[in-house]
């Protein structure tokens, strides 16, 4: 059982709920408690907000039918964060939260433990946040949130034990060397002025992280988990079969408790906002060339801008996305595959983060493409000065229908599973209001022209980062997409 059908479940859905009181008596007063009523039609699953007196954000989700807990936890650091002179470090925290706890010190006592009650743990590092989830029998879930408190309230940090992890971090770097997606994230990376976080290296290897000895690392672990794992900045999220009352005490007896006082604790997120943007206009303007690592042809158009984090309940990529997969008469696809034969499939994706978000506009190049990228940038940028040049009205029906269909979608999309909808919830509450958890990542609730015209606005030559992935042996060249046309 991984996601159910809608239609598994009888009408008598609602009677199924457990109606919360305000407040279940065994709480202590200072605890706020929402109920997160905004949901999918489809989605049976109750959802409850709270806020824990220690600062600690909570997520408890009943399903009444799953054989799976899950639990999750985020925290709002990550590769970002790394100090100078120590890349990768807050990857390596990652890596060393599970080497034994107060309570429990045994080396990966957690995963033996896990294993033998139906579960597994993961954690990744992103660039502002760091999530870890776990998965076990709905039954051993209040166990699990036992050892999973102790191992955030007082991880071992045993400097040889540490000094070893790096192995496993740098035996994930050189993995990662092997993935093309890695190589082309990296390349963008590169390209970022060295004053960025954006410019950094995140995942750490040896040569980065065995710089001094084992015992000033630990130091530096412990620290780092000092200045920025503490309550406020932390998202816990629970799923099983257990009552959301029920859940939300037993988070309470294992997290309610935690406190950083005094051991130099930071309550707020960095953020970079403020800071140089990474990919400022002497950066742009540029094409790369990277060998691939299969013979298909990718071309990446990179369009980095200011963060579109704070617009996600407008949401202007999906009109964008709508306009550029659009596959019918007069498209873009069309004309690059029918017409030109220079492109097969074209993506859209955004990522963000307080430095500044990134457009991305993927597409797999036919083999003629690579000869032709004039005539495809060409065509690119006639296409969204034709968009841009659309008029409000226009727009505003293509929103329209756009809304409906993300509404749509987002009501009959099937449920994740106990893990991936745990860890998904978390690293949603590390950048969302509680009130937009579970519908500002998927709806356009506040549609807005003018974000749209600013985001085209955004898609010009002089903005863009062009990276040709092939299997050209010319490793790395740059040229501005003007002499790609020499
Ligand atoms: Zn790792």
Same mark, same amino acid.
């Given at each position: 059982?991984?996601?159910?059908?809608?239609?598994?479940?009888?009408?008598?859905?609602?009677?199924?709920?457990?109606?919360?009181?305000?407040?279940?008596?065994?709480?202590?007063?200072?605890?706020?408690?929402?109920?997160?009523?905004?949901?999918?039609?489809?989605?049976?699953?109750?959802?409850?907000?709270?806020?824990?007196?220690?600062?600690?954000?909570?997520?408890?989700?009943?399903?009444?039918?799953?054989?799976?807990?899950?639990?999750?936890?985020?925290?709002?650091?990550?590769? @970002?964060?790394?100090?100078?002179?120590?890349?990768?470090?807050?990857?390596?925290?990652?890596?060393?939260?599970?080497?034994?706890?107060?309570?429990?010190?045994?080396?990966?006592?957690?995963?033996?433990?896990?294993?033998?009650?139906?579960?597994?743990?993961?954690?990744?590092?992103?660039?502002?946040?760091?999530?870890?989830?776990?998965?076990?029998?709905?039954?051993?879930?209040?166990?699990?949130?036992?050892?999973?408190?102790?191992?955030?309230?007082?991880?071992?940090?045993?400097?040889?034990?540490?000094?070893?992890?790096?192995?496993?971090?740098?035996?994930?770097?050189?993995?990662?060397?092997?993935?093309?997606?890695?190589?082309?994230?990296?390349?963008?990376?590169?390209?970022?002025?060295?004053?960025?976080?954006?410019?950094?290296?995140?995942?750490?290897?040896?040569?980065?992280?065995?710089?001094?000895?084992?015992?000033?690392?630990?130091?530096?672990?412990?620290? @780092?988990?000092?200045?920025?794992?503490?309550?406020?900045?932390?998202?816990?999220?629970? @799923?099983?079969?257990?009552?959301?009352?029920?859940?939300?005490?037993?988070?309470?007896?294992? @997290?309610?408790?935690?406190?950083?006082?005094?051991?130099?604790?930071?309550?707020?997120?960095?953020?970079?906002?403020?800071?140089?943007?990474?990919?400022?206009?002497?950066?742009?303007?540029?094409?790369?060339?990277?060998?691939?690592?299969?013979?298909?042809?990718?071309?990446?158009?990179?369009?980095?801008?200011?963060?579109?984090?704070?617009?996600?309940?407008?949401?202007?990529?999906?009109?964008?996305?709508?306009?550029?997969?659009?596959?019918?008469?007069?498209?873009?696809?069309?004309?690059?595959?029918?017409?030109?034969?220079?492109?097969?499939?074209?993506?859209?994706?955004?990522?963000?983060?307080?430095?500044?978000?990134?457009?991305?506009?993927?597409?797999?190049?036919?083999?003629?493409?690579?000869?032709?990228?004039?005539?495809?940038?060409?065509?690119?940028?006639?296409?969204?000065?034709?968009?841009?040049?659309?008029?409000?009205?226009?727009?505003?029906?293509?929103?329209?229908?756009?809304?409906?269909?993300?509404?749509?979608?987002?009501?009959?999309?099937?449920?994740?599973?106990?893990?991936?909808?745990?860890?998904?919830?978390?690293?949603?509450?590390?950048?969302?209001?509680?009130?937009?958890?579970?519908?500002?990542?998927?709806?356009?609730?506040?549609?807005?022209?003018?974000?749209?015209?600013?985001?085209?606005?955004?898609?010009?030559?002089?903005?863009?980062?062009?990276?040709?992935?092939?299997?050209?042996?010319?490793?790395?060249?740059?040229?501005?997409?003007?002499?790609?046309?020499?």
């Amino acid at each position: 059982m991984k996601s159910w059908p809608f239609w598994a479940f009888p009408l008598t859905i609602q009677s199924l709920a457990v109606p919360l009181s305000e407040k279940p008596a065994a709480l202590a007063p200072d605890v706020e408690v929402t109920r997160l009523t905004q949901k999918p039609k489809g989605d049976f699953r109750e959802y409850q907000h709270s806020v824990l007196e220690n600062g600690l954000r909570v997520v408890n989700i009943w399903d009444p039918n799953t054989t799976q807990a899950a639990v999750s936890l985020a925290v709002t650091v990550g590769s @970002f964060s790394d100090p100078k002179g120590f890349d990768g470090l807050a990857h390596l925290l990652e890596h060393s939260m599970f080497l034994g706890s107060k309570g429990f010190p045994q080396r990966s006592g957690f995963d033996a433990w896990l294993a033998q009650h139906g579960g597994s743990s993961n954690a990744y590092t992103a660039e502002e946040q760091t999530v870890y989830y776990a998965s076990v029998n709905s039954k051993a879930l209040e166990e699990c949130l036992e050892r999973y408190a102790d191992i955030f309230e007082a991880p071992l940090f045993n400097a040889s034990w540490i000094w070893d992890e790096v192995q496993a971090v740098n035996s994930e770097h050189n993995k990662n060397r092997k993935s093309q997606e890695w190589r082309i994230q990296s390349l963008i990376g590169q390209m970022a002025v060295a004053e960025s976080p954006a410019q950094r290296f995140h995942t750490g290897n040896l040569e980065t992280l065995r710089r001094t000895d084992q015992e000033s690392l630990a130091k530096e672990i412990r620290q @780092f988990f000092n200045t920025h794992y503490c309550p406020p900045r932390m998202r816990l999220v629970t @799923f099983g079969s257990a009552s959301l009352e029920s859940q939300l005490e037993q988070a309470m007896a294992s @997290f309610g408790k935690m406190s950083r006082e005094g051991q130099g604790c930071e309550a707020l997120a960095p953020t970079w906002a403020a800071g140089p943007p990474p990919f400022p206009s002497s950066t742009l303007r540029q094409m790369l060339r990277m060998q691939g690592l299969t013979p298909k042809p990718e071309l990446h158009l990179v369009f980095p801008m200011t963060n579109l984090q704070p617009w996600v309940r407008s949401n202007p990529t999906a009109y964008l996305e709508h306009i550029l997969l659009y596959a019918g008469g007069g498209s873009l696809l069309l004309a690059w595959r029918d017409q030109l034969g220079v492109a097969s499939s074209l993506a859209v994706s955004q990522e963000d983060s307080s430095a500044g978000s990134k457009i991305i506009v993927s597409m797999a190049l036919l083999p003629e493409g690579v000869e032709r990228l004039p005539e495809l940038f060409e065509a690119f940028f006639a296409f969204v000065g034709r968009a841009r040049a659309r008029t409000r009205e226009q727009k505003l029906a293509v929103l329209g229908s756009l809304q409906e269909s993300a509404q749509l979608g987002y009501d009959w999309a099937a449920l994740q599973e106990a893990s991936r909808a745990a860890s998904q919830m978390a690293n949603d509450m590390t950048k969302l209001a509680a009130s937009d958890l579970l519908v500002a990542e998927n709806l356009i609730l506040d549609p807005d022209v003018d974000k749209i015209d600013r985001l085209l606005e955004r898609l010009r030559p002089e903005g863009m980062l062009a990276i040709l992935v092939d299997a050209a042996n010319s490793s790395f060249w740059r040229r501005s997409p003007e002499d790609a046309r020499s």
